[in-house]
């Protein structure tokens, strides 16, 4: 069972609209971060938030963290068709060891 | 700082071969992961090295695949009697210090088995 995953499986939106990409997990975390992975490349980390923060911003970016209710949302503003990509999130299960990735959300933006 | 290299970039062997990929992670990275894609499986974990000493083997398939890291500088991942099914893009990452750091990954290796 995954133990951190993206709640859409897909999205798609217009070009300078808002979107929200949102995320549950299953244990308690020092740290959840958001990843991109844009076609034909390795996925780049896009924020990373620690248990003892609720937001945190990078740009045009915004990820929240509830850890009561053990989800993360990233929110994208103002979205442009370079943003078309796969979003994961990953968490690091209260341990150092290793981070454990969701299966991705693909985020299309149009024109 | 040119990144986590990889090469190949891609990689075409017929069933029952061997395939050696290399991975180079960032200079001063302490930490290196393995990780396999499949439009199927997603992003699956295989293995993770620290400062060159295997931590964390619980992703790799128990027979045919195989890591190494020889020294700080590089990592392999060989896969022997490659079968259709290995076909896969092979991402390698490195970070730091520990797991739980922001991991830097390659552009990967896109194995395709025949």
């Known amino acids: 069972s995954q133990l951190a995953e993206e709640n859409s499986w897909a999205l798609s939106v217009h070009e300078g609209e808002s979107v929200t990409v949102n995320c549950s997990y299953k244990?308690?975390?020092?740290?959840l971060q958001w990843y991109r992975q844009k076609s034909g490349k390795g996925p780049a980390q896009l924020i990373l938030?620690?248990?003892?923060?609720r937001e945190k911003r990078n740009g045009r970016l915004r990820a929240t963290l509830d850890t009561s209710s053990q989800s993360s949302s990233l929110s994208i503003t103002a979205t442009r068709c370079e943003d078309t990509a796969v979003y994961f999130c990953a968490t690091d299960r209260n341990s150092n060891n290793r981070i454990f990735f969701g299966d991705g959300t693909q985020l299309v933006v149009k024109p | 700082n040119a990144g986590v290299i990889q090469t190949p970039r891609h990689k075409v062997t017929g069933k029952g071969q061997e395939a050696t990929l290399w991975c180079e992670p960032i200079s001063g990275h302490s930490a290196v992961f393995w990780y396999r894609q499949t439009i199927v499986q997603g992003l699956e974990f295989l293995t993770y090295?620290?400062?060159?000493?295997?931590?964390?083997d619980s992703g790799m398939p128990k027979e045919r695949f195989s890591a190494q890291m020889p020294n700080q500088s590089h990592s392999t991942l060989k896969i022997q009697s490659t079968q259709p099914q290995d076909s896969a893009v092979y991402l390698c990452a490195s970070s730091i210090d520990r797991g739980g750091d922001t991991q830097y990954f390659g552009p990967g290796t896109r194995l395709l088995v025949l």
């Open positions: 090295f620290r400062n060159q000493a295997p931590i964390d």
């Open positions: 244990t308690s975390i020092t740290a």
């Open positions: 938030i620690r248990s003892n923060e």
